[in-house]
């Protein structure tokens, strides 16, 4: 069985304390929660900019580590603020391979 953590209420962590703490803890993977909040994962020199993702991906390989989803606060139903943060979450998401992103919509009135 492969078990990961999620990244929830761990924002005072580094991205490689992170790492270091799943592999410590004998997890294989790390759900990373709400990354379009944190601009020191995405910004230049962060794991997560876009011209860091591939060097990411190949040291999470390196260290046998998985991210098996990203999880977002986004609201969905938030329309246009919501749209080009979850564009890009995806776009990274893809360069990285991963596979799914969690998100969700708040809604009024449901049909």
């Known amino acids: 069985m ?3 953590f999620s990244t929830r209420g761990w924002a005072d962590l580094s991205w490689e304390e992170m790492m270091e703490t799943a592999l410590d803890m004998g997890f294989s993977g790390i759900e990373v929660y709400n990354l379009p909040k944190f601009d020191r994962l995405l910004s ?3 794991p997560f900019h876009k011209y860091q993702t591939a060097a990411t991906a190949r040291e999470l390989r390196e260290k046998k580590l998985t991210i098996p989803c990203f999880d977002t606060s986004l609201d969905l139903s938030d329309g246009e603020t919501a749209i080009e943060p979850m564009i890009r979450l995806f776009e990274i998401a893809r360069d990285m391979r991963i596979h799914y992103v969690v998100t969700f919509a708040y809604s009024d009135a449901e049909d």
Do not use: Q, W
Request: proline content about 0%; charged content about 35%.
């Open 2 to 4: 492969k078990l990961s």
């Open 44 to 46: 230049k020199g962060g």
